[in-house]
């Protein structure tokens, strides 16, 4: 798999150039309408999983067995470089954890061609769904198996396992069918329709996470206090050894700090093009935990009072040549240019949606609603310039030109699930014959957008509610995916333990 900004450079010159009347119309002609609720063998052309794929997902750009035996053989050269025992096959679970399993070095190649197997339950987490809640793909049931077919281009020795390395994988049934739950897969499908209506997207996340001490038993309880002194040297060998691991795995840390609360660390990535941005994300959430736990601490991207943003998309829309971010209306710092307008108008309209998958447990959702001490259904949708109050936060400054925060996530969200949705709304946004948002301050200009904004949800049950009636979310992600997503957050709520809370998410989302 190519690095999509190495892709977008082997492309026409002549797309970089296009006006933007031209791209608009181009998005309108090629954006496809329906996403289909299951993929036949056809459609997905003869697929050899042993080859990886771009980083927009496109099965038809495929690796040459040149190119396919070049990089094994580098990767064959890492492996006795580093003397590397075991390889981990990682795939990300609907919650943004990843799952895997790991062979023995040895078995690598045979496994690039087969494919390692894993009982399905591992990554859709709920017991026994019902036929109607989710497609199964002519897989015989629920605890059948998937494949993790690798991307050979994320191969990484891990610096925080011993002799072991790591590969991103997708996922597909034993049939042979991309895994309609698959947030990677999802996220990948829309990069592509992103590529085909002339448009690249360049992003990178943002998470806070707590660190905390090794856990006491109080009362029958176990608690873990905040380590609060941890980051008043910001020399600890904790956070550098994370970021010099997360460096040499290809996710660069841009910076790092301690943040507002006690124990709270902040880290910017660095921002890529494409597929890489989520990666680096999955990357993150894992590798905290690993190198937290040989410090005897305990790290949590829940955080339980939700008073901060935790889960930060950053990003920003470019030509298909990745030479000209579109969110600049001129060179140096300026106002939003009416593409930059468009897709903030797309995000507005699916917020209600957006929330659903970017604040997807009930705890995390109280931040939305802060700063009021009444009792609300939900909270209006906000946007302006450099506010970190807004859902979503348009900053002009820094070198790389304007760029959009949607701060609407938390970090326990799955990063790939970020950005598909993130995606898919400002796409919606783009193509929408509504016109370009106005300006907060261009309040003599109401006809352009509605002038009341959309709500934001404050229960999670209303926020699914407007995931399901949501068209074009719907059609992005694929009908599959969201009767299993809804279905599996209704589950959740149904056996929710809250005094239990703080703890599950110790356990789990970290």
């Known amino acids: 798999m190519n690095n999509e900004g190495d892709l977008l450079q082997e492309d026409?010159?002549?797309?970089?150039?296009?006006?933007?009347?031209?791209?608009?119309?181009?998005?309108?002609?090629?954006?496809?309408?329906?996403?289909?609720?299951?993929?036949?063998?056809?459609?997905?052309?003869?697929?050899?999983?042993?080859?990886?794929?771009?980083?927009?997902?496109?099965?038809?750009?495929?690796?040459?067995?040149?190119?396919?035996?070049?990089?094994?053989?580098?990767?064959?050269?890492?492996?006795?470089?580093?003397?590397?025992?075991f390889v981990r096959f990682e795939a990300t679970d609907l919650h943004g954890v990843s799952r895997s399993k790991s062979i023995p070095a040895h078995f690598f190649q045979e496994k690039v061609t087969h494919g390692v197997f894993m009982p399905r339950g591992y990554l859709e987490l709920m017991p026994s769904p019902q036929g109607h809640e989710v497609d199964h793909i002519r897989a015989t049931c629920f605890n059948s198996d998937i494949v993790l077919m690798p991307e050979l281009s994320t191969f990484r020795a891990l610096p925080w396992a011993e002799r072991t390395a790591r590969?991103?994988?997708?996922?597909?049934?034993?049939?042979?069918?991309?895994?309609?739950?698959?947030p990677r897969y999802i996220a990948k499908r829309q990069l592509r329709q992103l590529q085909g209506a002339g448009f690249s997207l360049l992003s990178a996340f943002l998470y806070d996470f707590c660190v905390f001490g090794a856990p006491e038993v109080i009362n029958s309880k176990t608690i873990s206090f905040p380590a609060a002194t941890l980051f008043n040297n910001?020399?600890?060998?904790?956070?550098?050894?994370?970021?010099?691991?997360?460096?040499?795995?290809?996710?660069?840390?841009?910076?790092?700090?301690?943040?507002?609360?006690?124990?709270?660390?902040?880290?910017?990535?660095?921002?890529?093009?494409?597929?890489?941005?989520?990666?680096?994300?999955?990357?993150?959430?894992?590798?905290?935990r690993e190198v937290a736990r040989k410090y005897n601490y305990i790290t949590s991207f829940f955080i339980e009072t939700g008073f901060c943003h935790s889960g930060i998309l950053s990003h920003s829309l470019w030509d298909v040549?990745?030479?000209?971010?579109?969110?600049?209306?001129?060179?140096?710092?300026?106002?939003?240019?009416?593409?930059?307008?468009?897709?903030?108008?797309?995000?507005?309209?699916?917020?209600?949606?957006?929330?659903?998958?970017?604040?997807?447990?009930?705890?995390?959702?109280?931040?939305?609603?802060?700063?009021?001490?009444?009792?609300?259904?939900?909270?209006?949708?906000?946007?302006?310039y450099n506010d970190n109050s807004c859902a979503f936060n348009v900053k002009c400054h820094g070198e790389?030109?304007?760029?959009?925060?949607?701060?609407?996530?938390?970090?326990?969200?799955?990063p790939y699930l970020v950005l598909a949705a993130t995606v898919a709304a400002g796409l919606d946004g783009l193509q929408s014959r509504e016109g370009a948002l106005p300006g907060p301050e261009d309040d003599d200009s109401?006809?352009?957008?509605p002038s009341k904004p959309p709500e934001i949800p404050l229960k999670l049950e209303d926020a699914l509610v407007a995931l399901e009636e949501d068209p074009c979310l719907r059609q992005a992600l694929g009908e599959t995916f969201i009767r299993y997503f809804v279905a599996m957050k209704k589950y959740e709520l149904e056996n929710e333990d809250t005094d239990a809370e703080r703890n599950k998410f110790l356990e789990y989302f970290i």
Not at 168 to 181: A, N, R, W
Not at 326 to 342: D, E, I, N, Q, Y
């Open 12 to 85: 026409s010159r002549d797309e970089c150039n296009v006006t933007e009347g031209s791209r608009m119309s181009k998005l309108r002609r090629t954006r496809k309408k329906v996403t289909k609720s299951h993929i036949s063998s056809t459609e997905i052309g003869e697929m050899d999983m042993s080859i990886s794929k771009d980083d927009t997902g496109d099965s038809t750009q495929i690796l040459k067995v040149p190119q396919l035996s070049s990089r094994m053989k580098h990767i064959k050269k890492e492996m006795a470089k580093n003397h590397l025992q």
């Open 167 to 182: 590969v991103i994988c997708d996922t597909f049934t034993v049939t042979g069918e991309p895994l309609l739950t698959s």
């Open 234 to 288: 910001q020399h600890q060998p904790f956070i550098q050894e994370l970021v010099d691991g997360l460096c040499r795995t290809g996710a660069h840390v841009e910076s790092f700090s301690s943040s507002t609360r006690p124990g709270q660390v902040e880290i910017c990535l660095r921002p890529e093009f494409g597929i890489g941005s989520a990666d680096n994300a999955f990357t993150l959430r894992a590798g905290v």
């Open 321 to 384: 040549g990745g030479e000209n971010n579109l969110f600049c209306s001129s060179p140096g710092p300026g106002p939003l240019s009416a593409t930059g307008r468009r897709w903030v108008a797309g995000l507005l309209k699916h917020a209600a949606a957006l929330s659903c998958l970017l604040a997807p447990a009930r705890s995390c959702r109280k931040r939305y609603s802060k700063e009021s001490k009444e009792q609300q259904e939900g909270v209006p949708t906000t946007w302006g």
């Open 400 to 414: 790389k030109g304007a760029r959009v925060e949607n701060t609407l996530g938390s970090a326990t969200a799955n």
């Open 446 to 449: 109401p006809e352009l957008y």
